[in-house]
């Protein structure tokens, strides 16, 4: 809570918080003026832009998802016109099958097969949690430096007997920030973080069901998030969105074994609305310990070697 002197808290989550403090001093976070979010210097894509092609061989295809698209057709959202699987689709002529999904406020890097042998095999590797997924999320209040979060899921629309499943989430805080305006009157200031969620199992909605389960909801989280909250933060930052991001996924290769690892590249997309309002975002002065982004997500890093334009970091080796 703002005003606090707390020391940074370690532990694991099992069912609820609990752990130990560490032995560091505090760092109290640099205060700035309320700002909202920059203009981007280049304009933003038009809805009707093609798909992010990150990387491509015969065998499967990473794009980059854009906030606001499901990833196929489904009655759940009738009124919906952006899919990626039509869209890419048609974009390259042939058909093809998802692997995983990312909800539909979320953006970031997503894999798909270019034939049902892939298919199968990548469906497999995600299901047998082979492969590694790297999100960032802005969390409400300072979370803990570094949380283990094991807390057992039950689908959202199972029926309340229905079991459980476990569900694993390891969650790292890579910046703090205080915002020197209160949305509690009780508080001088409000504060959020910068996360990093690493998911070790692939439950629905499970880093924002593990996020809300730990007290720090994820800002503009329509369903697991505060409402008023949300709104309020919106006000300030200059648009309402979903700030959670898909940022790398590593995997073997589906018919090589090759390992793979597939990161959104922020230097290379600055052109892409949603890395606009990312890079914005951690822009703003104020942030404690920024050092913590990735290179390819830091708002102050310019585009490195790679394919011009590509948009994505990969290497050969998972690490």
Same mark, same amino acid.
């Given at each position: 809570?703002?005003?606090?002197?707390?020391?940074?808290?370690?532990?694991?989550?099992?069912?609820?918080?609990?752990?130990?403090?560490?032995?560091?001093?505090?760092? $109290? =976070? !640099?205060?700035?003026?309320?700002?909202?979010?920059?203009? &981007? +210097? *280049? %304009?933003?894509?038009?809805?009707?832009?093609? @798909?992010?092609?990150?990387?491509?061989?015969?065998?499967?295809?990473?794009?980059?998802?854009?906030?606001?698209?499901?990833?196929?057709?489904?009655?759940?959202?009738?009124?919906?016109?952006?899919?990626?699987?039509?869209?890419?689709?048609?974009?390259?002529?042939?058909?093809?099958?998802?692997?995983?999904?990312?909800?539909?406020?979320?953006?970031?890097?997503?894999?798909?097969?270019?034939?049902?042998?892939?298919?199968?095999?990548?469906?497999?590797?995600?299901?047998?949690?082979?492969?590694?997924?790297?999100?960032?999320?802005?969390?409400?209040?300072?979370?803990?430096?570094?949380?283990?979060?094991? $807390? =057992? !899921?039950?689908?959202?629309?199972?029926?309340?007997?229905? &079991? +459980? *499943? %476990?569900?694993?989430?390891?969650?790292?805080? @890579?910046?703090?920030?205080?915002?020197?305006?209160?949305?509690?009157?009780?508080?001088?200031?409000?504060?959020?973080?910068?996360?990093?969620?690493?998911?070790?199992?692939?439950?629905?909605?499970?880093?924002?069901?593990?996020?809300?389960?730990?007290?720090?909801?994820?800002?503009?989280?329509?369903?697991?998030?505060?409402?008023?909250?949300?709104?309020?933060?919106?006000?300030?930052?200059?648009?309402?969105?979903?700030?959670?991001?898909?940022?790398?996924?590593?995997?073997?290769?589906?018919?090589?074994?090759?390992?793979?690892?597939?990161?959104?590249?922020?230097?290379?997309?600055?052109?892409?609305?949603?890395?606009?309002?990312?890079?914005?975002?951690?822009?703003?002065?104020?942030? *404690?310990?920024?050092?913590?982004?990735?290179?390819?997500?830091?708002?102050?890093?310019?585009?490195?070697?790679?394919?011009?334009?590509?948009?994505?970091?990969?290497?050969?080796?998972?690490?």
């Amino acid at each position: 809570m703002a005003g606090s002197t707390a020391l940074p808290y370690t532990g694991v989550v099992h069912g609820g918080l609990h752990g130990r403090w560490a032995d560091s001093a505090y760092t $109290h =976070a !640099l205060m700035f003026q309320p700002s909202s979010i920059p203009s &981007p +210097a *280049q %304009p933003p894509e038009p809805d009707d832009a093609p @798909l992010h092609i990150l990387w491509r061989d015969e065998h499967l295809v990473a794009v980059y998802k854009p906030a606001g698209w499901l990833v196929h057709r489904t009655g759940l959202d009738a009124h919906e016109t952006r899919f990626v699987l039509q869209t890419l689709r048609d974009q390259l002529g042939c058909h093809v099958y998802p692997a995983h999904r990312l909800d539909k406020g979320t953006c970031g890097v997503l894999v798909m097969a270019l034939h049902a042998q892939a298919a199968q095999r990548l469906g497999q590797a995600f299901a047998g949690q082979e492969v590694r997924k790297q999100y960032l999320a802005l969390v409400r209040g300072w979370l803990p430096d570094a949380v283990e979060v094991d $807390h =057992a !899921l039950r689908p959202d629309d199972a029926p309340e007997d229905a &079991p +459980a *499943q %476990p569900a694993q989430t390891s969650l790292r805080c @890579l910046a703090r920030l205080e915002w020197p305006e209160a949305f509690d009157p009780r508080h001088a200031a409000t504060r959020i973080s910068l996360v990093e969620a690493l998911p070790a199992t692939g439950r629905r909605h499970q880093i924002r069901r593990h996020l809300k389960h730990v007290a720090h909801p994820i800002i503009g989280d329509a369903t697991h998030g505060k409402g008023p909250l949300n709104r309020w933060w919106a006000e300030r930052l200059g648009l309402q969105r979903l700030w959670l991001h898909a940022h790398a996924l590593e995997l073997a290769h589906p018919m090589t074994g090759e390992p793979l690892r597939f990161e959104a590249d922020w230097r290379q997309l600055g052109h892409v609305a949603d890395v606009q309002h990312w890079r914005a975002l951690c822009a703003l002065p104020g942030w *404690q310990a920024c050092a913590g982004l990735p290179a390819t997500a830091r708002p102050d890093q310019t585009a490195s070697a790679g394919a011009p334009g590509s948009g994505c970091s990969i290497s050969g080796a998972a690490t």
